[in-house]
């Protein structure tokens, strides 16, 4: 190991960690499903209101399994990530 590494992470007897910023998910606004989810919950209410067949009841109960859906993949996803930022 060349004496500038050895210097960089040797400080006063200690081993320096380099300081992580960064979770392993993103944010949910900046998922392809977060828009994906917007735009098929737009798509039902405006086929909802377009087809005079389909109650508003139940095109409402079609965009809240489709939001329950997507929070559970979001909980999934992020189920088994560590979040390694430094709050200091």
């Not at 320096?16 to 392809?32: C, D, H, Q, Y």
């Not at 039902?44 to 859906?69: C, E, F, L, P, Y």
Request: aromatic residues 10%.
């Amino acid at each position: 190991m060349s004496t500038q590494v050895a210097d960089r992470e040797f400080t006063r007897g200690r081993v320096e960690r380099p300081k992580t910023s960064w979770a392993e998910t993103k944010p949910s606004f900046l998922t392809t499903e977060f828009y994906a989810m917007i735009g098929v919950i737009i798509a039902t209410i405006v086929a909802g209101q377009s087809n005079h067949s389909w109650h508003d009841r139940w095109v409402w109960q079609v965009v809240a399994a489709i939001a329950i859906g997507y929070m559970v993949s979001r909980g999934l996803a992020k189920s088994g990530s560590a979040d390694h930022r430094d709050n200091s």
